[in-house]
């Protein structure tokens, strides 16, 4: 393989951002959406990123995914460094280490659920583990919408979809940008213990985006991001801890869930 390797370490983190910078367009169009991020996302934990609207939470994670550039700096996934690579080794290490649940879920309108969901497995010739199918099916609830288009799904199916696809082929590394918004407390209550589980009972590392509270609760650390800079961190949260840095970090208004 000729991927660039890092020195190993007790415990390699998952993903690290180091010093990057993102940004978009140029001259007065110039927008920074990241600056000098420093991250280390630690191996087999769920870390939750949070943070005001624009702070750059969506353009992070597409970073340490592979899916997007990064202006300066760098991205390792495991001990490769993603800057480093061909776009096709770059594709391949997406296909095989990466998971990634979108904010407008990104299915394919022509295939039906259950092709959408094995798409990653298919194009990486690989087959399901069954009884992991039939749990993460049974889970998301999609047990009788396997056959139904996108278009024939709710926007909270639909996201359970992208979820179901994110993580069937149980991949190193998981990003789900707010993969809860468009769901009630109960079904998103059922992802956020299907990303845990995932976590916990299979050794998956997955980095969460989420304006709720209680969702970032179900994480071992929430960072905070604002205006492009982590600025704040909290271990083992709970809602109100976060609610609580939340409001300190906004001044006076609490930027709780939306
Ligand atoms: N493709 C793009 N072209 C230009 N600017 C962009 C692009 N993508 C993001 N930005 C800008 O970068 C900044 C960070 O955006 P980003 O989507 O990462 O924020 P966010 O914290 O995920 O926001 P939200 O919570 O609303 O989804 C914003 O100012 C946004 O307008």
Not at 100 to 116: D, G, H
Request: glycine residues 8%.
């Amino acid at each position: 393989m000729s991927y660039e390797t890092a020195p190993r370490q007790a415990t390699t983190p998952a993903v690290r951002a180091v010093g990057v910078e993102k940004s978009f367009g140029s001259g007065d169009a110039r927008v920074v959406a990241l600056r000098d991020v420093n991250l280390a996302i630690e191996a087999r934990r769920l870390t939750a990123v949070m943070g005001p609207s624009g702070s750059g939470k969506s353009t992070l994670l597409h970073c340490m995914a592979g899916l997007d550039a990064v202006t300066s700096g760098e991205i390792w996934i495991g001990e490769t460094l993603l800057t480093g690579l061909s776009d096709a080794g770059l594709t391949r290490l997406r296909r095989d280490q990466v998971g990634f649940v979108f904010q407008q879920f990104n299915l394919l309108p022509t295939l039906s659920a259950r092709e959408n969901i094995l798409l990653p497995l298919t194009i990486a010739g690989r087959k399901p583990d069954p009884s992991w199918f039939d749990e993460v099916i049974a889970t998301m609830e999609l047990g009788d919408r396997l056959r139904h288009r996108p278009a024939q799904l709710s926007g909270g199916q639909q996201q359970r979809v992208a979820c179901a696809r994110a993580i069937l082929g149980r991949p190193a590394v998981v990003f789900a940008d707010e993969p809860t918004g468009n769901l009630d407390s109960h079904a998103g209550a059922e992802i956020l213990r299907l990303l845990r589980e995932a976590v916990h009972q299979h050794g998956q590392t997955v980095v969460l985006v989420t304006h709720d509270p209680h969702a970032a609760a179900y994480a071992d650390r929430v960072e905070f991001l604002l205006d492009g800079r982590i600025v704040s961190e909290l271990r083992d949260p709970t809602a109100d801890r976060i609610l609580e840095r939340l409001a300190h970090l906004a001044g006076t208004t609490p930027m709780g869930s939306r």
